[in-house]
């Protein structure tokens, strides 16, 4: 005789065992429809509570409800793994517990992601972990979304949230453009997600999740393509981009540091050659794998514009490889095939915002790039008007009637002295060109004020607007250029002005201005120092030029001392400053000393800095021959910049770990202390 089960969800939490877990439609073995857990239920990218389960070990009828609605369903246990499922009414599928292998997708979309539309939306992510153990998972997790409106320190704007007893979680973040995130469950996994704006998308990741975080090693046996289920208007393009994501890893580009390798390694051209030809073959080996699973339109669109930001950003990163600054010759540049316009596939992928980083660079800083020449002029011209050495004059007229560079000037048959090769040619020719200018400008940078600066930045940015035609692209490029500069120096009417005049996308737009006027506002918001911040004196000059730091450091003896080279106008620096609060916090009545140089920056810049940014410790100023002593002592190439001292005064690391490098520099300082 067949038994009846019947019980309500209030007072009981265990399901029927054999519909329990995620059920996907048997017709393809991808897409999740249903699942059933303990506690709750998920359909049509919503949880429910269960209303009422009825039924017998082969025929089961479930009510569920939430705050909107209700959904009764009559299901037919088939086997473990098998279920027949049928809505009163409505629809019935055939949905079963394995996920495909070798899933095939069956071009379900050919539509593509259309053309950019920028919107200003909360974008959410729900989700759960099934069998989820307290005890086990660290309790809370993080999305991470990439965006030219988040700036510099927020590169990978993070999101956290925490996740409940029942292994359920919900985020929301602001978005502007459908695109991935990066979703990570704490001290477990991390997984990208395809999110749009005003959307919801629900996530789930089943019971192997538990096998993997219990031990790290299954990894090797197990993928996010088998733990992970998606559910909502985004759910088969994640679902696609999981699988090839894996799969281009292990099979196309196994060595992802090649292209950086090979950049050390090999002369501009032979590079230009060799990475051309690797985005060749990449591109037909990922459009095999699109083929053999029949993907959408939308992942077609994806890979192919990952591609080709990946090749675009590899191109202009050549300029800063290793640990030296290498210009790209015209011979280069005229091969980089750039797009026209910017498609919404190209910004669903988030590797188009190193490329706009490099291109950036190139442009502002290669004698040949389309913004060089107007800022520089610009900055010439307002030093003329100041400048009273007749000397300084002469060269700055110089300078401003001197013709823009031109491609023939870099002509290596003409120009280049043999055995001189094509890059130590560029590089010297570049050197050659720019020599009076850096020397004009380095002399005079500290005494040309922030609005002039904000001005000449402008004048690097109308060219590329102008190039680009005021597109999607041009509008995300100067976005970008603009919140990373925001550190850099104080702001005016004149950025404002410029993007209400500039910028036509309203929603570019009002962030960009939200942007300003939030720098306004911190700028503003502290007229005093932090508690327990403290001032060296300026130490003037008397025996060996570098005597000035040893004295600073003899003050501390019988202390740990980290140092800080930082500057107002670097944003890096600025934001290294929230994790070393923190630090601070950790050995606060301790032996640990932190010590801050302003470096390479104006004295009342970086006096307003350390009020806006409310940074504690201790600090000095350094003029600009002390910079250089440092630069040269402690072989600083770039800011931040680090130091670790023992308690004898001696430098132990001349390059000590970042303090977001939490666990690292606090083994080394606690070394230290014993």
Known sequence: MMLAITFSCAKNKDRPKNIKGNWLNANDSIEWVLSFQPRFAVFNNEFFEYQKISGTNEKVK?????????????????????????????????????KAVDPSFRNYDQNGFGNIQMVDDTAVIMGFIEDY???????????????????????????????????????????FNPQMVYLTIDGSTQTQVLISPGNTTIVAFNKLLKTVTEDSRMWDSISDWQINHYMGSNAMPSEEITLLNRKYLKFIN????????????????????????????????????????????KAQEYYHKYLENELLEDLYRYQINGMRFHNLGPEYTVQI???????????????????????????SMNPLGIASEEYKKYLLNYLLSITETDGDQQLIKKLIEKPAPKVEDFDYKTHATPPQDYDNFINRRVKEINADYRKIIGHYWQVIPDSIKRKSFLKEIDPIMLKYQHSIFAQLYAAKRFINQLYSISQGTESREWI???????????????????????????????????????????????????????????????????????????????????????YAGKDVVF????????????????????ISGYHYWLDKEQTNLMTEKFNITG?????????????????????????????KINELLK
């Open 595 to 614: 010590l801050y140089f302003g470096y390479g920056c104006k004295n009342e810049n970086w006096d307003k800095a350390i009020k806006q940014e409310q």
């Open 133 to 175: 153990d307290p005890d086990l998972y660290i309790g809370s997790g993080h999305v991470e979304l990439y965006h030219a409106l988040n700036g510099y320190e927020d590169v990978f704007a993070k999101t956290t949230f925490n996740i409940d007893p029942t292994g359920k979680f919900e985020v929301g973040f602001r978005a």
């Open 639 to 667: 800011i931040p910049h680090y130091l670790l001292i023992d308690k004898n005064g001696q430098v132990v690391n001349d390059k000590a770990p970042h303090p977001s490098d939490r666990a690292e520099i606090m083994e």
């Open 337 to 363: 095939e750039e797009p026209d316009e910017l498609p919404l596939a190209s910004i669903v992928s988030t590797s188009y915002m190193s490329y706009i980083n490099y291109l950036s660079m190139y442009h």
């Open 62 to 98: 479930i009510a569920l409800k939430n705050q909107k609605r209700t959904h009764k369903f009559n299901i037919d246990i088939i086997d473990d793994n098998t279920i027949s499922v049928n809505s009163p009414g409505g629809k019935g599928w055939k949905l079963t517990k394995v």
């Open 500 to 586: 209400l005049q500039n910028i036509p996308d309203p929603v570019i737009k009002k962030v960009m201005l939200e942007r300003i006027d939030q720098k306004i506002m911190e700028e503003n918001r502290y007229n005093t120092y932090a508690e327990n911040t403290f001032f060296i004196s300026q130490i003037k000059p008397s025996g060996e030029p570098a005597s000035f730091f040893e004295r600073i450091i003899k003050q501390f003896k019988g202390k740990v001392i980290y140092v800080d080279f930082w500057a107002d106008w670097c944003s890096p620096c600025r934001e290294g400053f929230k994790s070393s609060k923190k630090l601070q916090q950790v």
């Open 254 to 297: 196994p060595n992802p540091t090649i292209a950086i390798n090979n950049m050390e390694e090999m002369p501009q051209l032979e590079y230009l050659t060799w990475r051309k030809e690797f985005h060749r073959q990449e591109k037909l080996k990922i459009d095999s794998l699109l083929i053999r699973h029949q993907c959408s339109k």
